[in-house]
């Protein structure tokens, strides 16, 4: 499955200390700021640590047309009376167009000597079977019919193998047949008792560096062929003789600049003018 995806606000919901622990990862890199990266849209990220089982009315009010849920070796940490109000929560009341959910496989634990009832983590409270895994989406989708889903997996293993033993984690996307803005007063009464404000506690907020240009064609070519000839002419293979003459003027070939970087070469094209 492609798609193309422009985001522009991150809602991360942990319900442990790991996001405390963690959410230094959240951070755009250094390079991100150096780079000027640009975006289609500016991006903001929200660490929040909450109740799974419940809806922060802010997740509703601010985003209510929420466009995708993703839950990532989740559910088996979950009671099932815990798993139960998570799939109220995302399907019922968050309702998103996309939900993606990854699971460890047990057909897959003998690879890892394994034997039946044994989990891979001390904190699983179930592993579900590849069968078992497809029961509990159909399960879903029997009570939210708005959504149909595929499976898949992560991590196969040998061709061979994969018949037998499928993936090492097994994942199903589900995906939403009618868009439905989400507002809070559309919820169902039954669901009534899961929104609640404040249920969850803002960790950060970090907003990505979004450069927007905002010189003119012209000038970014000027720019970008002063950068590149005083380059050209500050390497060490002109420095010595620049200290010699103190020459201030260079002949600098065109072809080799439009081979030194396309993107000038193709401002260049665009701006043929600016340049006589």
């Known amino acids: 499955m492609n798609l193309n995806v422009s985001v522009n606000k991150l ?33 903001v990220v929200e660490a929040y640590a909450g109740d799974i089982s419940k809806v ?38 968050i309702s998103p167009s996309l939900v993606i959910v990854t699971t460890p496989n047990s057909d897959f634990n003998p690879k890892f000597n394994l034997g039946p009832g044994q989990f891979r983590h001390w904190d699983h409270k179930f592993e579900w079977s590849r069968q078992e895994f497809s029961l509990w989406c159909n399960k879903v989708c029997s009570e939210f ?3 149909s889903y595929i499976v898949g997996g992560v991590c196969p293993a040998s061709p061979e193998e994969l018949e037998q033993f499928g993936h090492v984690s097994q994942l199903a996307i589900f995906r939403k047949s009618v868009r439905k803005d989400m507002q809070i007063n559309t919820q169902p009464a039954m669901y009534s008792n899961v929104v609640m404000p404040n249920a969850y506690k803002l960790i950060e907020t970090i907003e990505y560096p979004n450069f927007i240009e905002t010189r003119t064609p012209e000038k970014v070519v000027l720019d970008e062929l002063e950068y590149t000839v005083q380059t050209y002419w500050f390497s060490q ?40």
């Not at 959410?23 to 500016?42: T, W």
Request: charged letters at 25%.
């Open 237 to 276: 293979r002109n420095i010595e003789h620049y200290n010699e003459t103190g020459v201030t003027e260079i002949l600098f070939p065109l072809a080799n600049l439009q081979r030194a970087n396309e993107c000038i070469a193709n401002s260049i094209a665009q701006n043929t003018e600016t340049l006589k």
């Open 56 to 93: 922060d009315t802010r997740i509703l009010e601010v985003s209510p047309n929420v466009w995708a849920v993703v839950a990532i070796e989740l559910i088996e940490h979950l009671y099932p009376e815990t798993l139960r109000a998570f799939e109220i929560s995302v399907f019922g009341v």
């Open 11 to 43: 809602e991360l919901t942990a319900f442990g200390k790991s996001l405390l622990q963690k959410r230094h990862y959240l951070r755009p890199f250094p390079a991100e700021h150096l780079l000027k990266m640009s975006r289609p849209k500016p991006l």
């Open 145 to 147: 019919p708005d959504y």
